[in-house]
């Protein structure tokens, strides 16, 4: 993906190799979660960015975008992808 197609405060979805990923532009910083929220399979690619966490549009579950972790229950998140930018791409390993 471009740098450009995400800007700062947006979450899209994605899908990587087979992988449906939740990009999010976190205040300039690229972050790549699991697309499927653990509680009923909401797909967070299509949630919000609110005080460092990413929130499930189904049910408003969090998970916060730098750990992918829940920050509230200990133990329940989603997959944190490694993200990469080079010049004006974005790659996510999967």
């Known amino acids: 993906m471009n740098c450009s197609e995400l800007?700062?405060?947006?979450?899209?979805a994605v899908e990587v190799n087979?992988?449906?990923?939740?990009?999010?532009n976190l205040d300039g910083e690229f972050?790549?979660?699991?697309?499927?929220?653990?509680?009923?399979?909401?797909?967070?690619g299509e949630g919000w960015?609110?005080?460092?966490?990413l929130i499930c549009p189904?049910?408003?579950w969090s998970f916060e975008v730098k750990t992918g972790q829940h920050p509230l229950i200990p133990g329940v998140g989603v997959p944190k992808f490694t993200v990469r930018v080079e010049g004006d791409n974005v790659f996510v390993e999967v």
């Open 49 to 53: 960015l609110e005080d460092g966490c």
């Open 18 to 24: 087979g992988v449906a990923v939740a990009m999010c």
């Open 7 to 12: 800007a700062p405060g947006q979450v899209v």
């Open 31 to 44: 972050h790549a979660l699991g697309h499927w929220c653990p509680h009923q399979d909401g797909p967070l």
């Open 58 to 60: 189904w049910h408003a």
